[in-house]
């Protein structure tokens, strides 16, 4: 298949070449590479007599990152649950079986898969089968998806597990990728841009939630009649780029052209939420990601708390588990 001029066949892949993570025969070493990368895993190969040739490319853009990778021969790899994080596998060659909650998914270059970050997994990975992979932070694609809804996300984002890669659908998906392959290979600096890379995520992820049906699909599809106005969606431009600032309502209606009150009633409508709350929540958001990012012992959580405005450490606390589910501690610990 080639799309875009992105041939993808197996065989040396210049965009990703200048960012191999590592290549080993020591299963364990590769083992340990796939925990650092994306989780815990259970890596053994199916024929013992048979030596691993394992490798992967690996670029992280932010909240997301792509890669390349291929294990050689045939191995089993048992990632128990995601938890913080989706994975999009496009096979370039080969095939993999996938078992996730009881579904069986039967992956090759025609048909790619989408890991959801709730499910556990166990994956069969064919010999000489290579393949693309696209992970994507937990928040990131929640925090959008709830943008895209119009509010506050309610309930789990679950895609299908299989991946048609020959619809106009998955065509449009791997026209994306190969697009960002291009970037990679001809421009490594200048996809270090913050503003570059912000917008990298958002078009990955909303291609994601638009090309793959998922268990909110039918609400994105919904009539655009149903959208907030454009104050609204501005405001929340506004609130994402100010986040850090000691913003306030007043700041808001400014910059948007419109009264405090119109602002109330358009984000209480539209939203079911207010200005201030929303951006808590983009704050708390900032915050995980600072915190998943950090190493413990060079960081606090109540530096990062004060850092996005949260002066109140009690508060703080209950309604950063009320949204995630564990404490700012927790999280900084894993």
């Not at 984002?157 to 001809?186: C, K, N």
Request: overall charge neutral; proline content about 3%.
């Amino acid at each position: 298949m080639e799309l875009n001029g992105w041939n993808t066949g197996c065989g040396d892949h210049a965009a990703m070449r200048s960012f191999e993570r590592f290549h080993t025969r020591d299963l364990e070493e590769a083992r340990m590479w796939g925990t650092r990368v994306f989780c815990e895993n259970d890596l053994r190969s199916v024929d013992a007599r048979k030596p691993v040739d394992a490798r992967m490319s690996y670029r992280k853009l932010r909240g997301i990152g792509i890669g390349h990778m291929s294990y050689g021969g045939e191995v089993t790899i048992d990632a128990g649950q995601l938890d913080t994080f989706y994975l999009v596998q496009m096979p370039l060659c080969g095939g993999e079986r996938i078992e996730s909650a009881g579904e069986l998914t039967l992956s090759s270059s025609a048909v790619g898969s989408v890991l959801n970050a709730h499910r556990p997994v166990r994956i069969r990975h064919g010999e000489g089968t290579e393949k693309l992979i696209v992970r994507i932070d937990r928040d990131l694609l929640e925090r959008h998806c709830s943008q895209h809804l119009g509010g506050r996300l309610r309930g789990r984002v679950e895609f299908d597990t299989a991946m048609p890669l020959d619809t106009p659908e998955g065509m449009r998906w791997m026209r994306t990728i190969a697009w960002l392959l291009e970037g990679l290979r001809a421009d490594d600096d200048g996809l270090t841009s913050t503003l570059l890379t912000a917008q990298i995520e958002q078009m990955i992820v909303a291609m994601l939630l638009v090309c793959q049906p998922n268990n909110h699909s039918a609400l994105l599809r919904e009539d655009c009649r149903t959208l907030a106005p454009a104050f609204v969606r501005r405001a929340e431009e506004f609130i994402e780029a100010q986040a850090h600032e000691a913003i306030t309502i007043g700041d808001i209606a400014e910059h948007v052209g419109v009264s405090t009150r119109s602002l109330y009633n358009g984000f209480r409508k539209y939203r079911q939420t207010s200005p201030m709350l929303h951006l808590k929540e983009i704050r708390l958001s900032h915050v995980r990601e600072d915190l998943q990012r950090a190493e413990p012992g060079r960081s606090t959580v109540t530096a990062v708390a004060y850092q996005w405005g949260f002066n109140h450490l009690g508060h703080f606390t209950t309604d950063y588990k009320r949204r995630f589910g564990e404490s700012p501690s927790e999280t900084l610990a894993r």
